[in-house]
């Protein structure tokens, strides 16, 4: 039996909380005008979770991405998700390299931080090639398991207003996300940042350009996910995160409603906020602040009153509004 977490003292939860304000306002310097998608990302990886990023292209998933491996050190690798994509061409293949002998040659899936790009673009069979890694932390080929980094992190990217030419989502695929991000456009000052930025000097394709230098290391990030899990949260707190749960699979408003995997991810999630705000425990605030983007992925909405504008969002509003809180 796995020996229970020793809690988080509050020296500690101050000491983490300083350092993943520096990993936050590193991204900030270079994603501009997108806090909530930033501070979403941070806890998705405190919490040892993947990220689906959605959002119209040119609004800095990819560059947000890119600007965490930079901060952290980490490598960054980049698939790119076509039709015509292979599951071998993602975990990778055993070479003929001698009379009988063969040698394992690892895809791209063999990184720190992956990203998919457009990952709704690739069919079923090949996005089925992510369930292992995403799951295990490792692939299998030809009956051969090969372990991935400690660090790794899927993050993929899709688009919501295409439609031609994509493939939805899974929904086991979809429930290994620990937090789907929407990147929207950025205000208009914003913008006229970004345009200040390129005027300066910035290019997106030229990582030398963003002005970032690390500011962890992989082992700090280790010590930081290690302090989220200690997080406190309260038998009060648990039953909260249950109830909203479950309130998804009995609501009118959703044909499928969240699994108890969405009830793990929302834990780990506010355990990560709670660090991020410099605490050992976690508050219901913290439920309420992260339950749509962890949730939002995990459940469906009635067709005939999608067609009246309810969108997965406004469902789950309603829910955690009428969820009472603990106090």
Same mark, same amino acid.
């Given at each position: 039996?796995?020996?229970?977490?020793?809690?988080?003292?509050?020296?500690?939860?101050?000491?983490?909380?300083?350092?993943?304000?520096?990993?936050?306002?590193?991204?900030?310097?270079?994603?501009?005008?997108?806090?909530?998608?930033?501070?979403?990302?941070?806890?998705?990886?405190?919490?040892?979770?993947?990220?689906?990023?959605?959002?119209?292209? !040119?609004?800095?998933?990819?560059?947000?991405?890119?600007?965490?491996?930079?901060?952290? /050190?980490?490598?960054?690798?980049?698939?790119?998700? &076509?039709?015509?994509?292979?599951? *071998?061409?993602?975990? !990778?293949?055993?070479?003929?390299?001698?009379?009988?002998?063969? *040698?394992?040659?690892?895809?791209?899936?063999?990184?720190?931080?992956?990203?998919?790009?457009? +990952?709704?673009?690739?069919?079923?069979?090949?996005?089925?090639?992510?369930?292992?890694?995403?799951?295990?932390?490792?692939?299998?080929?030809? /009956?051969?398991?090969?372990?991935?980094?400690?660090?790794?992190? $899927?993050?993929?990217?899709?688009?919501? +207003?295409?439609?031609?030419?994509?493939?939805?989502?899974?929904?086991?695929?979809?429930?290994?996300?620990?937090?789907?991000?929407?990147? !929207?456009?950025?205000?208009?000052?914003?913008?006229?940042? +970004?345009?200040?930025?390129?005027?300066?000097?910035?290019?997106?394709?030229?990582?030398?350009?963003?002005?970032?230098?690390?500011? &962890?290391?992989? *082992?700090?990030?280790?010590?930081?996910?290690?302090?989220?899990?200690?997080?406190?949260?309260?038998?009060?707190?648990?039953?909260?995160?249950?109830?909203?749960?479950?309130?998804?699979?009995? *609501?009118? $408003?959703?044909?499928?409603?969240?699994?108890?995997?969405?009830?793990?991810?929302?834990?780990?999630?506010?355990?990560?906020?709670?660090?991020?705000?410099?605490?050992?425990?976690?508050?219901?605030?913290?439920?309420?602040?992260?339950?749509?983007?962890?949730?939002?992925?995990?459940?469906?909405?009635?067709?005939?009153?999608?067609?009246?504008?309810?969108?997965?969002?406004?469902?789950?509003?309603?829910?955690?509004?009428?969820?009472?809180?603990?106090?």
């Amino acid at each position: 039996m796995t020996a229970r977490p020793i809690p988080l003292d509050p020296e500690e939860a101050a000491a983490g909380a300083a350092a993943a304000a520096h990993l936050v306002e590193a991204l900030g310097r270079v994603v501009l005008g997108q806090p909530a998608a930033v501070r979403e990302t941070v806890a998705a990886l405190l919490a040892r979770g993947h990220v689906l990023l959605e959002g119209v292209p !040119g609004t800095a998933k990819t560059l947000l991405v890119r600007t965490l491996a930079l901060a952290l /050190g980490l490598e960054f690798r980049r698939i790119q998700f &076509t039709p015509d994509l292979m599951p *071998s061409d993602i975990t !990778g293949v055993n070479l003929l390299t001698g009379p009988g002998e063969f *040698s394992f040659r690892p895809g791209p899936i063999f990184g720190d931080l992956v990203l998919g790009d457009e +990952i709704n673009r690739a069919p079923a069979k090949t996005q089925a090639a992510l369930l292992e890694a995403m799951q295990e932390r490792r692939v299998t080929v030809d /009956g051969t398991s090969h372990e991935l980094p400690d660090s790794f992190t $899927v993050f993929a990217t899709q688009n919501p +207003i295409e439609f031609e030419g994509t493939y939805p989502l899974p929904e086991a695929e979809l429930d290994r996300f620990v937090v789907k991000v929407l990147v !929207g456009y950025p205000e208009e000052p914003v913008e006229q940042g +970004i345009l200040q930025r390129v005027l300066g000097g910035f290019e997106a394709d030229i990582p030398a350009s963003y002005g970032v230098s690390r500011v &962890t290391e992989a *082992s700090d990030l280790a010590r930081l996910r290690e302090a989220a899990r200690r997080v406190r949260v309260e038998p009060s707190l648990v039953a909260y995160i249950t109830a909203i749960v479950r309130a998804t699979r009995t *609501s009118p $408003v959703l044909t499928l409603g969240a699994s108890p995997r969405g009830s793990v991810a929302l834990l780990k999630m506010a355990q990560a906020a709670a660090l991020l705000e410099g605490r050992s425990y976690a508050v219901p605030d913290d439920v309420k602040e992260l339950a749509t983007a962890v949730l939002r992925h995990r459940v469906a909405v009635a067709a005939e009153l999608e067609l009246e504008g309810i969108t997965a969002d406004t469902a789950l509003r309603g829910i955690i509004e009428k969820v009472e809180a603990p106090r």
